[in-house]
Nanobody
Framework: QVQLVESGGGLVQAGGSLRLSCAAS????????MGWYRQASGKQREMVAV???????NYADSVKGRFTISRDNDKNTAFLQMNSLKPEDTAVYYC???????????????WGQGTQVTVSS
């Protein structure tokens, strides 16, 4: 069983910063990709940032230059540093990971429970 647990959300004023964390635990052989997605009220879930193992980093245009995704592979943890936050960044942020539980099985897609980020104007 694999679990993703996010933390670090909260309420912040516009222009402020927050750092989200996502810790993966359980039966993990390898993690191919970790990423962050968000879903604002009444809107579809959208990609924020994705970091592949040994590969490129992708950001949504709306967060480029403000958000930074990183990983601590030893701790199976991903981070999202969010600076210069705007009210339109308000959403539930979800961690996503492609995880192989055994060397002989393909990666499955896992989601965290989400953490609320609210940016006041």
């Amino acid at each position: 069983q694999v679990q993703l647990v996010e933390s670090g959300g909260g309420l912040v004023q516009a222009g402020g910063s927050l750092r989200l964390s996502c810790a993966a635990s359980g039966s993990i052989y390898s993690i191919n990709v970790m990423g962050w997605y968000r879903q604002a009220s009444g809107k579809q879930r959208e990609m924020v940032a994705v970091l592949s193992s040994g590969g490129p980093t992708n950001y949504a245009d709306s967060v480029k230059g403000r958000f930074t995704i990183s990983r601590d592979n030893d701790k199976n943890t991903a981070f999202l540093q969010m600076n210069s936050l705007k009210p339109e960044d308000t959403a539930v942020y979800y961690c996503n990971a492609g995880i192989r539980t055994r060397i002989s099985t393909p990666a499955n897609n896992y989601w965290g429970q989400g953490t609320q980020v609210t940016v006041s104007s």
